[in-house]
């Protein structure tokens, strides 16, 4: 099967940057798709940016988001890595890893992702 662990959240002030990794292992097959994820407590998962396997295919929640965030995968050290920068408040939360047997598509349903990681604690403050 799929694991994913991520690292690389913390704290931050708003403007700042932090730089996500998760590292994955498991069949490729089941990683065709893989994705960040953000939560905040009493509220739904809700899809950040995707990226399908040749890294040419990227998909952003919000052009707000693609103008702030960049999501990369290196499939030969198995990582998959979410770069923010200018955060603000609103970007805290809970961010998870996550990957797919299908194909990424503008869509991101959370229902395609099978694969979740622990998560990683992102805080920005005022």
């Known amino acids: 099967q799929v694991t994913l662990v991520e690292s690389g959240g913390g704290w931050v002030q708003t403007g700042g940057s932090l730089r996500l990794t998760c590292t994955q292992s498991?069949?490729?097959?089941?990683?065709?798709?893989l994705g960040w994820f953000r939560q905040v407590s009493g509220k739904e998962r809700e899809a950040v940016a995707t990226?399908?396997?040749?890294?040419?295919?990227?998909?952003y929640r919000s052009h707000s988001i693609e103008g702030r965030f960049l999501i990369t995968r290196d499939n030969f050290a198995n990582t998959v890595s979410l770069q923010m920068t200018n955060l603000r408040p609103e970007d805290t939360g809970m961010y998870f890893c996550?990957?797919?047997?299908?194909?990424?598509?503008?869509?991101?349903?959370?229902?395609?992702?099978?694969?979740w990681g622990q998560g990683t604690q992102v805080t920005v403050s005022s």
């Open positions: 498991g069949p490729v097959t089941l990683r065709r798709c």
């Open positions: 990226i399908n396997r040749g890294g040419g295919d990227k998909f």
């Open positions: 996550a990957a797919s047997a299908s194909t990424c598509d503008r869509y991101m349903r959370l229902s395609e992702f099978d694969y």
